[in-house]
């Protein structure tokens, strides 16, 4: 594993950079957080954060995108999204090179480096690296919040991309997405730019540390961790790592108790 000579005072944990070692002490700083949601005990740092928040219960998203037509609760939230659409990404990673448009989207990358986990249900105890995880955990083990609802069968699915995928794939029989090489056809976006590199050879996702190249982003991933002792395939329910998702998926059939296991449980720790 090499020298790791950092060492956390606080919980013994050690890293081999002082750059990680320094984010990961950050996660044990306490800061107050005197302003709480009266309808969910959520606690924030300013009455803004709060007030921001208690827009997430009424559904009230009025600063809309222009370019993409996606809806946000404050005017901030929409200024930082826009720079998705610049191609501007200025903060980069100082381990491993890669660039990021959001502040937010770096901290969660970081972690992949770190391996830490600040992120805790207080349901149940499970710990998460992004916060978009710990947020999908709730819905998927502790909340039945499916309010994006089919007209055709009354199927509901916790995302709108999910309804229109699932409409496409089960009322209208659509697939716009279209290999010009192949007569193969799509539901999904991914799967259409995954079919596509059979067909050019590309490998545009890159290990870090050996140079290897994969054609797919859950290839990739999962050979990274190779060169660490992390699992890159975290469960949604209790937090437990796996090497590969065949080994994902057996460990979910366990935990979720639906007829059907849906894939939509899974996460991926590394961005």
Not at 74 to 89: A, M, P, R, W
Not at 174 to 188: G, H, L, M, N
């Amino acid at each position: 594993m090499g020298v790791r000579p950092y060492v956390c005072e606080t919980c013994g944990k050690d890293f081999a950079s002082k750059y990680t070692y320094k984010a990961h002490v950050k996660t044990h700083e306490v800061r107050p957080r005197p302003f709480e949601c009266t309808q969910c005990n959520k606690t924030f740092l300013s009455q803004q954060n709060l007030t921001q928040h208690e827009r997430t219960h009424n559904g009230v998203k009025e600063h809309v995108c222009h370019q993409c037509g996606k809806g946000f609760t404050s005017s901030h939230n929409l200024e930082v999204h826009n720079v998705v659409h610049t191609g501007y990404k200025p903060y980069i990673c100082k381990m491993c090179g890669k660039a990021f448009a959001r502040k937010a989207e770096i901290r969660d990358h970081e972690r992949t480096h770190t391996g830490e986990k600040p992120y805790q249900c207080e349901f149940c105890g499970a710990t998460f690296s992004q916060r978009s995880n710990l947020q999908s955990h709730k819905r998927a083990t502790h909340y039945n919040d499916k309010r994006y609802k089919c007209d055709e069968c009354g199927k509901g699915f916790k995302r709108r991309r999910l309804l229109d995928y699932h409409i496409k794939a089960a009322h209208t029989g659509e697939r716009p997405y279209k290999c010009d090489i192949c007569t193969a056809t799509f539901v999904y976006p991914e799967h259409f730019k995954k079919h596509r590199r059979i067909h050019t050879g590309e490998k545009p996702y890159l290990c870090e540390v050996c140079g290897k190249a994969f054609n797919s982003r859950d290839n990739r991933n999962a050979h990274r961790f190779i060169h660490s002792d992390k699992k890159p395939y975290e469960c949604l329910v209790c937090g437990m790592g796996f090497m590969r998702k065949p080994l994902l998926y057996a460990h979910m059939q366990i935990q979720v108790t639906h007829e059907k296991f849906s894939k939509h449980y899974l996460s991926v720790v590394v961005i």
